[in-house]
């Protein structure tokens, strides 16, 4: 694996945001093994036999930070912070494909890239995560974020309160909270008669 020093991926994350095509060329293989990781330390999460392949997980979400323009990358952290968003969104997307042929019936499979598939198990829960995800955003975006940090783009404490510019303590206790806030709503099922 290779690795660099943050200031070097904070140096040319930077000059692409300035519109340096080089720099993406020498930044894409310094952070695609990162990428890599967090999505196999994510998958792993998921339930056995989940279809979504790490590798299309990965590609995918390159594919979508490679198109978004206008990003004012600010350093290493906040690049793997918006990777994060940007893999739960295909995840819960994936999930939200997967829900829809549910409730069509059939066992179609249906491919985003070619390592994705159809399966009925997982989504169910991605999609509620999200959706008590929104809901803790709307009562606590902090706390929300710290668990999309740590949960989905398994930054560690010193990682995410870098990126949400608080102290590790901070996250500590946000992470507490939320995992609290988040049990307890998954576990009713995250009716609202809160």
């Not at 930077?14 to 695609?32: E, F, N, R, T």
């Not at 989940?50 to 979508?64: D, F, G, K, P, W």
């Not at 990777?83 to 042929?101: E, K, P, Y």
């Amino acid at each position: 694996m290779i690795h660099a020093s943050r200031e070097g991926v904070t140096g040319l994350l930077q000059a692409w945001s300035d519109g340096d095509q080089a720099a993406l060329d020498k930044l894409m293989p310094l952070v695609y093994a990162e990428l890599h990781r967090l999505a196999k330390r994510y998958m792993g999460r998921e339930h056995e036999g989940h279809s979504l392949q790490t590798s299309a997980l990965v590609n995918e979400a390159y594919l979508r930070l490679v198109d978004a323009h206008g990003v004012r990358w600010q350093n290493r952290t906040h690049f793997f912070a918006v990777s994060a968003q940007i893999m739960r969104r295909i995840l819960v997307d994936f999930a939200r494909a997967r829900q829809n042929l549910k409730r069509g019936g059939g066992a179609l499979q249906v491919t985003l890239d070619e390592g994705l598939v159809v399966s009925p198990e997982s989504g169910a829960d991605l999609f509620s995560l999200d959706e008590a995800l929104e809901r803790l955003a709307a009562l606590n975006p902090r706390q929300s974020k710290v668990v999309e940090l740590r949960y989905f783009g398994g930054l560690n404490e010193e990682e995410v309160a870098t990126a949400l510019k608080v102290s590790p303590r901070t996250v500590r206790h946000d992470w507490s909270l939320a995992r609290a806030w988040l049990y307890r709503e998954l576990s009713r099922g995250g009716s609202d008669d809160s």
